[in-house]
């Protein structure tokens, strides 16, 4: 009842899927490698709650974000897409894929939206897009809009802290969240009422990529995906995975096994809720080069004892 409640003050207008309906708003696969990092916040305390009950949003949160797994792809051009057929009610274009800090926030403040469009559709309803690729808007002001046309390209611009396109849903001025439009939750089994055409994925955190390395990666090179693999004679073999949607008691278990067997395996407990971290595991040469041949990596993430999602990788070292 107190989920009901708070929600029925947060998204104030109800809605059903028969009114209006939306198709994803990204072209890449929301199984992976795309994934949908946050949901719209249904708490008005300084807490936050997806509609699932769950922790992926953020507070104020008023999209929906659906994110790229790393930032060099931006540079591939994945497409925005209309999520909805409609007139373009205004754009803007021009500002930097920079990723979001203290030092960028005076640039952008009054353009929080970075590169973005707004669509008006009928009966009140209204769609925007947020943090594109600078100079990738293909449409213009009054120009009319179907579902699943190019808009531009997925960003980093604006405040944006990830590579993503921030989807917001509105009728008559009011914040809807398309998966739950009635606003009213039930936690654990929540409404299979939505505005999406086809149903989009949920998946309550995950991993997002793992990797090899020589050693301990920086947090900015596995976002950027450019961490370098090892060699033979690397100082160490190191196994990382980088992880959303993490809650505190998760736990993320990690391996790399060689052509002579386990190289190491460890389970390692996370003590803290976070939207994006990772957590990576090593051992050091002690002499010769390291073995040659298939080397296999395992990341599996738990939450109380059930798996959430697991990810194998290769590396062969000549």
């Known amino acids: 009842m107190r989920y009901a409640l708070l929600a029925l003050l947060s998204l104030a207008v109800p809605a059903t899927a028969r009114e209006f309906s939306l198709v994803s708003p990204i072209a890449c696969d929301l199984d992976g490698p795309c994934y949908i990092q946050q949901y719209v916040d249904h708490d008005p305390s300084v807490k936050a709650s997806d509609f699932t009950c769950s922790g992926l949003s953020y507070d104020g949160h ?47 403040k009054g353009r929080e939206c970075g590169n973005g469009i707004v669509i008006q559709h009928e009966s009140g309803w209204e769609t925007q897009y947020c943090h594109l690729r600078k100079d990738s808007i293909a449409v213009q002001s009054g ?12 960003g980093m611009s604006g405040r944006a802290e990830f590579p993503h396109v921030h989807l917001s849903v509105r009728r008559d001025g009011a914040v809807i969240d398309p998966f739950d439009p009635d606003g009213i939750l039930t936690c654990g089994t929540p ?60 736990i993320i278990r990690l391996s790399l096994t060689g052509p002579d067997g386990p190289v190491i395996e460890r389970d390692v407990q996370l003590d803290r809720s976070q939207a994006q971290s990772f ?35 290769t590396l062969t070292l000549p």
Do not use: C, H
């Not at 931006?74 to 030092?103: C, F, H, K, N, P």
């Not at 120009?143 to 997925?154: S, Y």
């Not at 990797?211 to 190191?238: K, W, Y």
């Not at 390291?290 to 990788?313: K, N, V």
């Open 62 to 108: 008023k999209g929906t974000d659906f994110a790229l797994p790393s930032s060099d792809m931006i540079a591939q051009g994945i497409d925005v897409l209309a999520a909805a057929a409609g007139t373009v009610g205004g754009t803007r274009d021009g500002m930097d894929d920079v990723r979001y800090s203290a030092e960028t926030a005076p640039q952008i």
């Open 143 to 154: 120009q009319r809009v179907e579902a699943g046309d190019v808009l531009g390209q997925v």
């Open 191 to 250: 409404d299979t009422t939505t505005l999406w055409s086809d149903p989009l994925p949920y998946r309550a955190g995950g991993i997002i990529s793992t990797g090899t390395a020589a050693a301990v990666p920086q947090f900015e090179a596995i976002r950027a995906n450019t961490v370098v693999a090892p060699d033979a004679n690397s100082d160490a073999l190191v196994i990382y995975s980088f992880l959303f949607g993490t809650r505190s008691g998760d």
């Open 279 to 313: 957590r990576a595991i090593g051992r050091k040469r002690r002499g010769d080069p390291w073995p040659s041949g298939a080397y296999t990596g395992s990341a599996e993430l738990l939450r109380a004892g059930a798996t959430i999602d697991s990810q194998i990788i």
